[in-house]
């Protein structure tokens, strides 16, 4: 796993595109609702020129097989190739996401995903996602419904050390006081 940088943008698309074909032909028929190639292009030059997003992705052999784009509070693309589908690598990009925004001091991550993307929604809901209450319509055509779901970040969270024998407890210090 590596951050990705500005070389990988036309890489990135091209992922995300293998997997929204495969997903979501349902949704956007390709037949009605060509993929909308230069459009995702361009959004991926800004999200890699965006310093508060960070990009992960996976690779073998130098082609992308899975990616995950987060901040400090919103896991906003997750996607793995049609192929290594359920294979476990949206679940350890998404843990690293997870991770990195606890580290950052995130209590809760959001994401939206589209209300009929019925495997997306059984996989967050598995890897503790609940839905939220917020909907809106798709960017792109038909603009189908999207969903809002939240996790809460306890789990990723380290718990503080205590710095006499490197166990879990009290990260203060008994004489240490700012008052």
């Known amino acids: 796993m590596r951050e990705a940088d500005a070389v990988d943008f036309a890489a990135l698309r091209d992922l995300e595109q293998s997997a929204s074909v495969a997903a979501l032909g349902h949704i956007f028929p390709p037949d009605r609702y060509p993929y909308p190639a230069d459009r995702v292009l361009a959004r991926w030059r800004l ?3 965006d310093s508060a997003v960070t990009v992960l992705v996976e690779e073998c052999s130098g082609e992308l097989l899975g990616l995950a784009a987060y ?3 919103w ?6 190739h049609p192929d290594r589908w359920r ?11 997870l991770a990195a925004m606890a580290e950052r001091g995130a209590r809760t991550a959001h994401l939206w995903v589209l209300a009929d993307n019925h495997g997306a929604r059984r996989f967050y809901e598995h890897t503790g996602w609940r839905l939220a209450a917020d909907e809106r319509e798709a960017e792109y055509p038909p603009h189908p419904p999207v969903v809002s779901y939240a996790r809460d970040l306890g789990d990723f969270r380290r718990e503080p050390r205590d710095d006499r024998d490197g166990r879990a407890g009290s990260a203060a210090a008994p004489t240490d006081s700012l008052e």
């Open 47 to 49: 999200v890699l020129d």
């Open 71 to 73: 901040d400090d509070r």
């Open 75 to 80: 896991l906003q693309h997750l996607a793995v």
């Open 87 to 97: 294979g476990g690598l949206g679940t350890g990009l998404q843990a690293a996401s």
